[in-house]
């Protein structure tokens, strides 16, 4: 509780010292950014490596230095994430937004479109050449068709569709990735003897059995709420919509932060 409060302390002397200004909200809003690119970059970069390996030993563990993680291939992940992730807001954005928000949405959509999924298609198409099977060359195949509805339809402005040939795209991309490369969940880049396979990297039959029941109940709730959220905000948000800039703190709050002592 100390901790919290004095969090909140320094959140509101940075308030009252910086607060609702230009400049405040512009050093926020690069934190927010660079925060978003780093988290997607880092989760890109693992997924890539448990596709195209580490150097990992006889007993699954990794060998090599704090740096032996980063390679060509991380690099490739980590930005084909970043560059789904951003192009995917921009549909949203389109779809959810109204005025010129969402043309401007819709316009940087199709400009973006070709080059932001480059990186994606790039490791999908690596994956493909040294492991891919029939079905996952099929599954490139409509995940490219995909990606080119999703660029006419936004340039016809049917937004909503364009969205969801996004994630037509986003499903069958990973799955021919992470299907060309199975059984195998983490590569060794030592010794293909060493790698890491769904029969020796699972848990034990009575943690797959519970965790099976935790799911068949747990999936279904995640699911429903997130519908009721998508149905509870399915209008489009105007300019017009958003109220003026005010205090982000509760009056209760800038009335405790003000106080002495």
């Known amino acids: 509780m100390v901790l919290v409060a004095l969090i909140f302390r320094a959140v509101a002397f940075e308030y009252r010292g910086k607060g609702d200004t230009d400049t405040w909200r512009a050093r926020w809003d690069w934190a927010i950014a660079l925060g978003s690119f780093f988290a997607a970059f880092g989760v890109g970069a693992a997924l890539a490596l448990t596709t195209t390996g580490l150097p990992l030993n006889a007993n699954g563990d990794r060998v090599g230095g704090a740096f032996a993680w980063f390679s060509g291939y991380a690099v490739l992940g980590g ?11 921009l549909a ?9 928000i969402r043309h401007r949405a819709r316009r940087w959509f199709v400009r973006l479109l070709p080059v932001l ?3 994606l298609a790039g490791w999908a198409l690596i994956l ?4 891919g099977k029939p079905w996952t060359w099929a599954a490139v195949i409509v995940a490219v068709v995909a990606a080119a509805a999703a660029w006419f339809l936004a340039r ?9 040939a996004m994630g037509v795209f986003l499903l069958l991309g990973s799955a021919s990735i992470f299907g060309a490369v199975f059984p195998v969940v983490l ?10 396979t769904v029969a020796s990297a699972s848990s034990s039959d009575y ?8 799911a068949a109940v747990g999936l279904p709730l995640v699911i429903t709420y997130q519908a009721w959220t998508y149905w509870v905000f399915r209008r489009r948000v105007s300019a017009s919509q958003i109220p003026a ?3 982000f703190l509760p009056a209760i709050a800038v009335r405790a932060f003000t106080t002495k002592g």
């Open 128 to 131: 493909q050449f040294l492991e």
């Open 92 to 100: 949203f954005l389109a779809l959810k937004t109204d005025g010129d």
């Open 207 to 214: 943690t797959l059995g519970l965790m099976s029941v935790v």
């Open 79 to 89: 930005l084909a994430v970043v560059g789904f992730s951003l192009l995917h807001a």
């Open 117 to 119: 999924l480059l990186p």
């Open 245 to 247: 800039a005010h205090s």
């Open 187 to 196: 590569p060794s880049t030592l010794d293909p003897a060493f790698d890491l």
């Open 156 to 164: 016809r402005g049917s937004e909503g569709r364009a969205f969801m």
